[in-house]
């Protein structure tokens, strides 16, 4: 079994703790700084084998230098990344398997966000660490790839098993709910997901993770085929990615 805690980092960053229970082994996914993530090894494990990151932005591989150093830990990324990312020894490419323990993650290349963007999912533990190519009730900023491709990364984490948990690398849920909230005010489930999401950062708490089935639900970028939200955008003749792209542009100036 994996054990993940979460890490709050800058100022909405998540960084997550995992460890595999069988063997012991301790990883970090995506540390966005040193001292944050010291602080809860230290309170918890004691160590750290590996750092996992998603993709090269600094607020994904801030601390693994520091932290490398510290815990002589071994650093796994995109292969499609790795010159960008500090320290980067282990590299992977789309499909491969990367064994932790136990736990089998598979490699998901999810470009969009950026070009090497990778996604690390575990069938077994049904959870997904999906850094900034998903988000909760939003998707990524697109950076380095196209609408098309960040579209067609969206489309296979869509095709993951319904009860699998999202852990993604910002908490933007609050802001992007509202978004979604504007251009799908008919969904009951949303404005319930809202309240939620409300009650959970008034008591500091964080909104994940959350299932892809809530998110297939709630999240406008994953319903780009719904008939109210293409009505509500005068898009009822456009294709699903014609109306993920006017969405994607609305959401960059929201
Ligand atoms: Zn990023
Ligand atoms: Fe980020």
Redesign the pocket.
Known sequence: MLEVSIIKCLSD?FSYLIRDTKTNLVGVVDPSEFNPVDLEISKKYKKLDFILNTHH?S??VGGNLDLKKKYNSKIVCSSYEKNKIPGSEISMSDKEEFIFGETTFKIMHVPGHTAGHIIFYTEKDNLVFT??TLFSMGC?RVFEGTLEQMYNSLGKIKKLSKNTLIYC??EYTKNNAKFCLKNDSQNTKLKKRFDTVKELLKKNLPTLPITLAEELETNIFLRCDNKKIKINLKMEKNSEFEVFSKLRKLKDEF
Do not use: F, L, S, Y
């Open positions: 960053n932005h607020d994904h850094g900034d990524g690398g910002h």
